[in-house]
């Protein structure tokens, strides 16, 4: 299939839900980050790997890749809005970076200031996944940039590792996947095909007996905690740490794309089917455990211990995006929207400025989100992930182009034969279905237009210059209208996806869920806050799925929000709001799974 993404930077947002937090990272996200990062000592580590101040190594062996990530967002930002300031910043931080580098193209500073002599000796230490995130940076900023600076140390790192690693030279399994999709980044930018290669040899080590280090060691831990449990192509089950699952299967299709070699194809279906199917929360929400920060058992999917790590439904987000491209299948862009909607952007206060590590979805009223973490994985991969939204919503197909996701904006692109096309999308989406599409070719021509109808959607109605379609005009595909049509200048399409309240059950496996209820409008989850229903007690109601729920739109609640008020099972008003948007007001009870009032057991769904 090999769709391609287009560039986040040819598609522009203007849209009621995304530009204001879009702004608001702008604004404060990036800022706060840097400031961590300028006081927690994780900028100024490298400053003194540089030998530029003296002082001892501050933080975690993995703290540069934190530095790493808040470039990278950075750099989007400046794709985008080219701000002299940050660029500045950014500037100074990079001369910081290629200062460490050591002669011989080594880069990380826990090593270079603490333990020099215990280079590569343990797999666990993050070494390859401090340069993957180095890498994805330095592409990032030369793309946004032009600048060589930080993509020439990516270079020299890419080579050091080469030079040490591959066939016929030591063997490696790192312990955090994240270096073999940067490596694959790191080839379509220079088009250096030994980076790939590195990227394909690195999966190829997993799962043969190579692994040693701390993990390794740990007996309630072992391999399967860093997938190094079976050779990925025999992947059967999701296991493990959430993130490094993800990041591998990201890898996998990556290779693949980069490749042209389908012999990964196999596991990556049995893989994704045994994490959706099973292993996944309504919120999109991964990994149950604290205890491995992952995955236990199937249909072990508890609520209130719920760790569901921001990082890991980002990185669900990566997966799902490169699944759509490499199998052109909508129900990966569902998941996509699922961790867009819910399970990612609870990760970040609506000011912008908090954030979540674990995402719960039932808390008696202890869990907040902070400023900033020892180990601050979320809110910098938040500060990357975000800015680079735009490139989830529409994709390059063999025949034209696929609409992925909707929301309020622009894009440019060329269809096959190079004929250029700009297309404008209007919609209020995710609170309303109607999306308005207006079609500009250069000139006339022919080409599909594929047009995502989620999987939450029964119903959907689709117009064509005013004239409604039938199902032969509009044949489905894997998840897509297919519009196969000559285009003319000011061409309109409009598809209207019908949008109730829909109860949601879980699978009778799923021993946290039996007789409760969850509620979704749309892509947008539910639930229901203390603040809102002051007269209820947590866990002390059930709602029943047979009372109407209402849907209005409040401006003036949560930066606009769509609510959902209902009577529950004794008569009293309860009102929802979307999962995303909890925890931003006075705090106390959330629930995104609710009793079921017990006169409605005999329904199901």
Known sequence: MNWQSIPFTKVKIDDAFWRPRLDTLSRVTIKACLDQCEKTGRIANFAKAAGLTEGEFEGIY?????????????AYLLMSDRDPALEAEVDRIIELIAGAQEPDGYLCTYFTLVAPERKWTDMEKHEMYNGGHLIEAAVAYFEATGKRKLLDVACRLADHYDRLFGPGKRHWVEGHEEIELALVKLYRATQEARYWKLALWLLEERGRGHGQGEIWDKEEWGPAYCQDDVPVRDIEKVTGHAVRAMYLYSAMADVVLASGDSAYVDALHRVWAHTVDRNMYVTGGIGPSRHNEG?????????????????????????????????????YADVVEREMYNGALA??????????YVNPLASDGGHHRVEWFGTS???????????????????RTEDGLAVNQYMNGEAEFEVAGGLAVKLKQTTKYPWDGRIELEVNPERTGTFVIRLRVPGWCSGYRLKIGGRSLSGTEALSDRGYLVLDREWSPGDSVALELDMPVAIVRARAEV?????????????????????DNPDLTYDAFALSANEPFH???RSDLLGGVTVLTVN???GRPCMLIPYYAWDNREGGFMQVWIREARNQRLYFH
């Not at 993995?62 to 950075?74: H, I, M, Q, T, W």
């Not at 021993?511 to 603040?531: S, T």
């Open 568 to 570: 529950e099972e004794t």
């Open 377 to 395: 994985c979320c809110p910098t991969n938040l500060v990357r992930y975000l800015p680079s939204i735009g490139q989830y919503a529409y994709a």
């Open 511 to 531: 021993e946290a869920d039996r007789g409760r209820i969850a509620v979704q409008r749309g892509p947008v989850v539910y639930c229901a806050e203390q603040v």
């Open 295 to 331: 995955f236990t058992r199937d249909y072990d999917l508890p609520n209130e211990t719920a760790y569901c790590e921001t990082c890991a439904a980002i990185a669900m987000a990566f997966w799902n995006h490169r699944m759509n491209l490499l199998f052109g299948d909508a129900k």
């Open 347 to 356: 990760g970040i206060s609506l000011s912008g400025d908090k954030f979540f």
């Open 62 to 74: 993995f703290n540069d890749s934190d530095v790493y990530k808040v470039l990278e967002g950075a």
């Open 551 to 553: 849907a209005s739109y």
